[in-house]
């Protein structure tokens, strides 16, 4: 069986997160999200909040679950039985990260391969960063995000209003 293992914060998912992961599942058997717990991120949503948003976000999709984990992505792949880990990319910037992100997981698990994605155009100036700031500031984000999520935001900005 291939898995794969697709992480991210998730904070929160966004439609872009949910187009990448159709599309990665359709190449493998088991789709794996990761939602890192990410200590070096201020985040909005606790990883048990995150990792159910990310569940119920991806409910529909046969061949895809959701993990939370931490510490070194390479031996969450490598737990998880999986052979390789999706990234999405929305523009040449990402590239340059996330190419140094990819040499050094590969220089400490080899046998891992990275699968990069490119994002669909409509979803290339879309961030959880940018999705924050429109929510907490009022703005709309039901075209950009999950029903579940938007809510989950306009309750969270009410909370810390």
């Given at each position: 069986?291939?898995?794969?293992?697709?992480?991210?914060?998730?904070?929160?998912?966004?439609?872009?997160?949910?187009?990448?992961a159709?599309?990665?599942?359709?190449l493998?058997?088991e789709?794996?999200?990761g939602v890192a717990?990410?200590t070096?991120?201020?985040?909005?949503f606790?990883?048990?909040e995150?990792v159910a948003?990310?569940?119920?976000?991806?409910a529909?999709?046969a061949?895809?679950?959701?993990?939370?984990?931490?510490?070194?992505?390479?031996?969450?792949?490598?737990?998880?039985g999986a052979c390789a880990?999706?990234?999405?990319?929305?523009?040449?910037?990402?590239?340059?990260?996330e190419?140094?992100?990819?040499?050094?997981?590969?220089?400490l698990?080899p046998?891992?391969?990275?699968?990069f994605?490119?994002?669909t155009?409509?979803?290339t100036?879309?961030s959880s960063?940018?999705?924050?700031?429109?929510?907490?500031?009022?703005?709309?984000?039901?075209?950009l995000?999950p029903?579940e999520?938007?809510?989950?935001l306009?309750?969270?900005?009410?909370?810390t209003?």
């Amino acid at each position: 069986m291939k898995r794969a293992v697709y992480p991210g914060t998730f904070d929160p998912i966004t439609k872009g997160h949910l187009d990448i992961a159709q599309r990665a599942a359709k190449l493998v058997d088991e789709l794996i999200i990761g939602v890192a717990a990410d200590t070096y991120k201020h985040n909005l949503f606790s990883l048990d909040e995150r990792v159910a948003l990310v569940r119920a976000a991806v409910a529909e999709f046969a061949n895809v679950r959701v993990e939370g984990f931490e510490g070194l992505l390479v031996d969450f792949v490598r737990s998880q039985g999986a052979c390789a880990i999706v990234r999405g990319l929305r523009a040449v910037s990402d590239f340059e990260y996330e190419f140094q992100v990819y040499l050094m997981n590969k220089r400490l698990s080899p046998q891992i391969e990275t699968i990069f994605l490119m994002t669909t155009d409509n979803y290339t100036f879309l961030s959880s960063s940018i999705v924050k700031r429109v929510a907490s500031l009022g703005g709309s984000v039901s075209n950009l995000v999950p029903p579940e999520v938007e809510s989950a935001l306009k309750l969270k900005f009410r909370q810390t209003s």
